[in-house]
């Protein structure tokens, strides 16, 4: 079906895409979308300034193309309020489809599951380079593991438009997280279901930044936002830069300015602080395990099946949080003594 007809008849589904300088990645999008088979669907670009040829690619491919305030949830929010089906498929403008009826069989597995809130797929990373192996397959495994923590936005979103307005659509008080966020709410409101299928993700920030510095400065960001830091995190917009002005990253910046900005917190903050992190790493203990599960290359997960028999109600007991917390606010002040030696 063309898009002009599809215009026309109310559609099923929006395709939601916040865009901002993404004139390489979102052809091949587009070009997955027009493809898709048995689901009438409009698809909404939320642009958040571009100054390359994006607005122009999208409206070539047939897309309404809306202005939005830069910043994907803002982005997102702005193409919701311009949907007109009752089912939102947000989408990364990097993102590809596997299949040709994706979106139609994702839908479909959706609306035959009572008591689920939303849909993801499993992740696939598309690599320019090679090596990391073992990175991306656990990455990869997280993704498909379906567990609170693990769902963002690259995975791909099916929702309800009512649902997500229950939610409270998406948090715009950061320039990021906004995907984690509305996970969180998900898990706490029902359950996701894993949607048949792949979605592909390019691997091109880790590619751009460094795989190490970029998944420590993920870790560093996931543990601020646990803790409460969100003023710090607003204070950093170099935390995570658009896509078009990624460069090599340093994660030696970040983590002095954490550590001064902990130490000047009063002691009772501190404490809490740790306790955050401190719960936030023995909830994922688990990923331990997944992790020797994906270093076997078994797909039986049998070392996460003994830590969820076994372990999973031990790890997250006293003293362990606070231990752990401890342990990493003390690994974070040590890192940032060492680098202003170096």
């Known amino acids: 079906m063309s898009a002009a007809r599809r215009r026309q008849a109310r559609p099923a589904a929006s395709v939601l895409i916040p865009t901002l300088n993404e004139a390489e990645a979102l052809p091949g999008l587009l070009s997955d979308l027009a493809a898709q ?32 305030p830069r910043g994907r949830a803002a982005q997102f929010n702005a193409a919701i309020a311009a949907a007109r089906a009752p089912w939102l498929i947000c989408l990364h403008a990097d993102s590809r489809l596997t299949a040709p009826d994706q979106l139609a069989q994702g839908l479909a597995r959706l609306r035959a599951e009572p008591g689920i809130v939303a849909g993801h797929w499993v992740l696939r990373f598309a690599r320019a380079q090679t090596g990391h192996d073992l990175l991306f397959r656990q990455l990869q495994a997280k993704s498909a593991s379906n567990r609170a923590g693990t769902v963002n936005g690259d995975q791909g979103l099916v929702i309800h438009r009512d649902t997500l307005a229950a939610l409270g659509g998406f948090d715009a008080s ?82 002095r300015d954490l550590s001064t900005h902990l130490r000047q917190l009063p002691k009772a903050r501190q404490r809490q ?31 996460l099946r003994r830590f969820d028999r076994r372990l999973a109600g031990l790890a997250t007991r006293a003293p362990w949080p606070m231990l752990a917390g401890s342990l990493m606010m003390a690994g974070i002040h040590a890192a940032a003594r060492l680098s202003k030696r170096a």
């Open 174 to 255: 950061l320039p990021f997280f906004e995907d984690q966020r509305l996970a969180a709410k998900v898990f706490a409101q029902g359950r996701f279901l894993l949607l048949p299928g792949v979605i592909e993700t390019a691997a091109r920030r880790f590619e751009v930044e460094g795989h190490r510095p970029r998944l420590l400065l993920m870790a560093l960001i996931v543990g601020a936002e646990a803790a409460g830091l969100e003023a710090w995190l607003a204070s950093l917009p170099a935390l995570y830069r658009a896509q078009s002005q990624a460069t090599a990253l340093s994660i030696t910046p970040f983590l």
């Open 37 to 68: 088979q048995g689901l009438r669907f409009e698809v909404i670009v939320a642009d958040g300034g571009s100054s390359d040829a994006t607005v122009a690619i999208a409206q070539r491919h047939g897309a309404t193309v809306i202005a939005a």
């Open 273 to 303: 602080v740790r306790c955050a992190v401190g719960a936030l790493l023995t909830a994922n203990a688990w990923q331990l395990a997944l992790l020797m599960d994906t270093l076997s290359q078994r797909k039986s997960q049998q070392w």
